[in-house]
């Protein structure tokens, strides 16, 4: 095959693997969301440069898989010292996610700035997963990554009740003797997996925002669970794809903010024309009810009448 | 299977600690089906700290807790649980009729989706407490009332033997508080054992079969015209124990109390 | 001083005044579990920032300034709106605007690149090594521009705080009381987050933008460990931060490394230090308390056990104890509490005294328990004998009080007086 025609298929294979990582990050992003625990991936993917770094220092591969290995064990251990922090000492739980947060990408840019300013081959590379940059991924690697993206969604949906369940009433789920800590814990690595997957598309500052812009723009357009699952899917989908094809056309721009603006614009979208919850849909509500106070046209609500 | 004429709920000396505080002492306590039991005493003084206990769901400090004379962990598929109101999200994107199906996830086991038979089991529960035709409303959406008979319909479809219920009352309107009483009247008759960590002194007393009364220890507990009398309500909800409070304190510091 | 010398001094320099600013902010931050939010200011200030540039500011000049501030309020009512408008959570709206934020700010960084010299990278992480170059003239000196707006801030900063000092901490420590008292909660948290914004700003050449999160919010946690009053935790958290600076730049020229960077890992160092050896609450203070706890409750359980021996009389049958009752035998020889005496272990005078005090809390718990408590007979004993290491003297006065002057327990043993 000639490199010319070889080309498009490497496009075309790295932008499927982009749409799906982001729908499997909106996906298991909703538990996050539905869980009031948004944030915490953000500790996990600050940790992941500092395991991109090492892996790096300590096998002295570039590959993806080496490098994407490190940054899980990184996000593990991230989210474990937030459980030790939890658990040993007095810090509340917002501070202990900013000081592993700021501590973790601190020791990361500390090995990064290292390994530049010995002039180590081979070490600019790993800038790129500061802001995301798919330009440089083989169809290998981004079939990989589409494979675990479609692995997680697997799971979600397989443990689908367990995980709604667990989310929405830990207590009642805890009596009925389900294992509530341990599928707390599979979540968050589920998202840890996710925030990984997501490194080289959307760099490690700003992964987060995949695992939680769609979900909550998702919510804005349902009340069920499993609608608002597939709708996040798409919208991450969608953002990821756009923000990759926008990043192309400006050469020095890096995918990690266009993909981010790519998703918020779908929320404004969400925010403003969504049915019932949206702003639009709620003013011209309350305009209604305004107007049929005025007119003396506005009943009490039949079915509150019992209580 | 259960030891044959053991009782449906036992505590054994059951302590239990937060951090390292002690909260609720030595709680000695049998309960037996059928009947409707209520956990009765002031606010903030270990009711639904028992109720917790006895399921699982905080550690023991000291003691023991037996259901049907097995562990809990043996028993959990005859046990149901109404927990309080206010731990619940109310936004959270279910349907009425998806949570009173989550009353039948545990029977389901793992992976396992809801089927014809679960769907029917939570129709009849919405039937049992009124609400079959709010099935579909998003639980944001429902009175204080509704609100509460949805997760009623919930631990109705565990279909369990012994249920344990939080505050089922509180915040409730009259009417919704009499139905609920006629749900949990009904289960007695059937033979269950009904546990209600309860607020109102008044109808506690027209209520229940028996009651326990507890201020961070168990003060009485037995048949409903025995144990309240004015001396025992006397010594739960007048005077606040200063000494278990200190005691509690010096626990937690491992020395001694002044 | 040799100029190389001086311009570390001045790096450092530069690096600690701007910490100190945030490791006061910080405090108040992080008293009132607003953490992640000055996480998502320093991130959300870049937009605002690069804005102010593009209209002709300079880099921490005046215009700058204003527009981080204008930016972090932004990004507050934002995250405000969202929740009142369209049902968000805090923590959900927080996400969705400090990453946008950011990613525009971005974005105008690359596509202006032609008009504005800020390379994104250290938009992420500062360049502290190239602050000493970039110098003002202050009364006839050069003085790095970086120190000169760290300097002017942490001032503003420290006067506006000092100023409302009292309003808040008690808006930190009680935000719904302070709002009753009549406290201005609103002026009081718009003031801290414009300060949160003008010391991220400050920052940002020294450390950029995810790094200021750590030199906002550890020093503080770290001091939390240790102390207690808020005064303290502030003296305590910036002394922290400066030592951090120093430590951390002088780390970097060591190892070669980014200064930000190692200034954030000994910043995690410090916390990681407090957390094991911070008395109290330390690992190790806990662990060293429960060991003396077991030790206490191992000599009391010995003395008990030689009490109740000889009050049961000879031919009775001895009950053994536990081994760390046994253990605890010589050390209480040599504090005179017990002696061996032809093969036996017997009480002293002292150590009689003190076993009865152990043997009457235990026994004046039962008769409160069985006052007090519906327990059975037989159950009273292993709660007395957790309790019995518990009870003071002022406390068993007054129950001695409440169950009356009786001189036996529930099982008819009698209780032995007050030494």
Request: proline share 5%.
């Amino acid at each position: 095959m000639s490199p010319a025609a070889a080309l498009p298929y490497n496009t075309l294979v790295v932008a499927a693997a982009v749409a799906a990582v982001g729908f499997a990050a909106g996906v298991v992003g909703c538990f996050g969301v539905l869980r009031r625990r948004a944030l915490v991936g953000d500790a996990a993917s600050h940790a992941t440069l500092a395991g991109v770094v090492s892996a790096f220092l300590l096998t002295g591969r570039r590959d993806l898989p080496t490098l994407l290995a490190g940054a899980f064990v990184a996000a593990l251990a991230g989210l474990a010292a937030l459980v030790a922090i939890r658990r040993f000492t007095r810090t509340r739980d917002d501070a202990a996610t900013a000081i592993v947060l700021g501590v973790s990408f601190g020791l990361g840019i500390a090995l990064l700035s290292g390994l530049s300013a010995r002039g180590v081959a081979g070490a600019g590379g790993l800038e790129q997963f500061l802001m995301g940059h798919t330009a440089a991924l083989t169809s290998a690697d981004a079939i990989a990554l589409a494979g675990v993206s479609a692995a997680a969604v697997l799971v979600v949906w397989l443990a689908l009740k367990e995980a709604t369940l667990v989310a929405f009433d830990p207590a009642f789920a805890a009596a009925c003797g389900w294992p509530v800590p341990l599928l707390d814990y599979a979540l968050v690595a589920l998202v840890a997996v996710m925030v990984v997957v997501g490194l080289p598309a959307a760099g490690a500052v700003l992964v987060t925002a995949l695992v939680v812009i769609p979900p909550v723009a998702a919510r804005q357009w349902t009340d069920r669970v499993a609608p608002m699952l597939l709708l996040a899917g798409t919208l991450g989908l969608v953002a990821a794809l756009g923000g990759v094809a926008a990043s192309a056309l400006v050469p020095r721009l890096p995918t990690g903010p266009t993909i981010v603006l790519a998703a918020a614009a779908l929320f404004a979208v969400s925010f403003f024309f969504a049915p019932e919850r949206g702003w639009l849909a709620r003013r011209r509500m309350l305009r209604d009810v305004a107007r049929r106070i005025a007119a003396g046209t506005l009943t009490p609500d039949e079915d509150h009448a019992d209580g | 299977m259960s030891a044959v004429g053991a009782p449906a709920l036992e505590l054994h000396d059951v302590t239990v600690a937060y951090g390292r505080r002690p909260v609720l002492w030595n709680v000695d306590l049998t309960v037996t089906a059928p009947g409707l039991f209520g956990i009765i005493g002031p606010n903030g003084a270990g009711k639904s700290t028992l109720l917790k206990a006895a399921l699982g769901l905080v550690p023991l400090a000291g003691g023991s807790v037996r259901l049907f004379g097995r562990p809990l962990a043996a028993v959990r598929e005859r046990i149901g649980y109404v927990p309080q109101r206010e731990t619940v999200d109310w936004d959270f994107p279910v349907s009425v009729m998806d949570v009173v199906l989550m009353g039948t996830y545990a029977r389901l086991g793992w992976f396992r989706r809801p089927g014809v038979a679960e769907r029917e089991t939570a129709r009849a529960a919405l039937e049992r407490v009124g609400l079959a035709d709010l099935a579909g409303r998003q639980i944001g959406r429902l009175s204080g009332g509704q609100q509460q008979r949805v997760f009623l319909a919930r631990a109705l479809a565990q279909a369990a033997d012994l249920y344990f219920l939080d505050e089922p009352m509180a915040g409730v309107d009259v009417r919704s508080q009499e139905r609920i009483f006629g749900v949990l009247d009904d289960l007695r008759r059937q033979g269950r054992l009904v546990i209600v960590v309860h607020h109102d002194l008044r109808t506690a007393a027209d209520w229940f079969d028996g009651v326990a009364l507890v201020d961070m220890r168990l003060v009485a507990a037995g048949p409903t015209a025995t144990v309240l009398t004015p001396e025992n309500l006397r010594r739960t909800y007048a005077g606040h124990l200063d000494v278990l409070d200190e005691l509690g304190r010096a626990v937690q510091r491992g020395g001694r109390t002044s | 001083m040799d100029e190389f010398t001086g311009m570390h001094a001045w790096a450092i320099a530069s690096a600690a005044i701007v910490s100190a600013g945030c490791a006061l902010v910080g405090a108040l931050l992080v008293v009132r579990r607003m953490s992640l939010l000055g996480d998502a200011i320093s991130h959300a200030v870049l937009p605002g920032i690069v804005l102010a540039v593009l209209a002709g500011g300079r880099p921490g000049g005046p215009l700058v300034l204003g527009g981080a501030v204008a930016a972090a309020l932004a990004t507050v009512l934002l995250v405000q709106a969202l929740r009142r408008e369209g049902g968000l959570t805090e923590d959900a709206g927080t996400g969705v605007v400090f990453t946008t934020l950011f990613a525009f700010g971005v974005v105008l960084v690359t596509a202006a690149a032609s008009r504005i010299d800020l390379d994104p990278s250290c938009i992420l992480y500062g360049v502290l090594e190239l602050v000493p170059f970039d110098t003002v003239a202050v009364w006839g000196r050069e003085v790095p521009r970086a120190f000169v707006t760290g300097a002017v801030v942490l001032a503003v900063v420290a006067c506006g705080l000092a100023a409302t000092w009292k309003e808040q901490v008690f808006t930190a420590f009680d935000f719904e009381g302070a709002r009753a008292a009549g406290v201005p909660v609103a002026a009081v948290t718009t003031g801290l987050l414009a300060a949160t914004a003008l010391v991220t700003v400050a920052s940002f050449e020294a450390a950029g933008a995810i790094l200021v999160v750590a030199m906002l919010v550890v020093p503080a946690a770290t001091a939390e460990l240790l102390v207690r009053r808020m005064g303290m935790l502030v003296f305590v958290a910036m002394v922290l931060g400066v030592a951090a600076a120093g430590l951390g730049y002088l780390a970097a020229w060591r190892f070669d490394t980014s200064a930000a960077g190692m200034i954030a890992v000994v910043l995690g160092v410090q916390y990681a230090v407090a957390a094991i050896v911070a008395p109290d609450d330390g690992l190790l203070a806990r662990l060293a308390s429960r060991a003396a706890l077991a030790w206490r409750v191992g000599c009391e359980d010995a003395l008990a056990l030689l009490w109740r021996i000889e009050e049961a009389g000879p031919g009775a049958p001895r009950p053994a104890g536990s081994w760390l009752a046994r253990a605890t035998l010589p050390w209480l020889a040599v504090r005179g509490r017990v002696v061996l005496d032809a093969g036996r272990w017997r009480l002293t005078p002292r150590g009689q005294a003190e076993a009865e005090t152990v043997v009457r809390s235990h026994r004046l718990w039962e008769s409160w328990l069985g006052r007090h408590v519906d327990l059975p007979l037989d159950h009273l004993h292993p709660p007395a004998e957790w309790i019995e290491h518990h009870l003071g003297a002022d406390v068993r006065r007054r129950i001695e009080a409440e169950v009356g002057p009786r001189e036996s327990d529930p099982h008819g043993r009698s209780i032995p007086p007050e030494p």
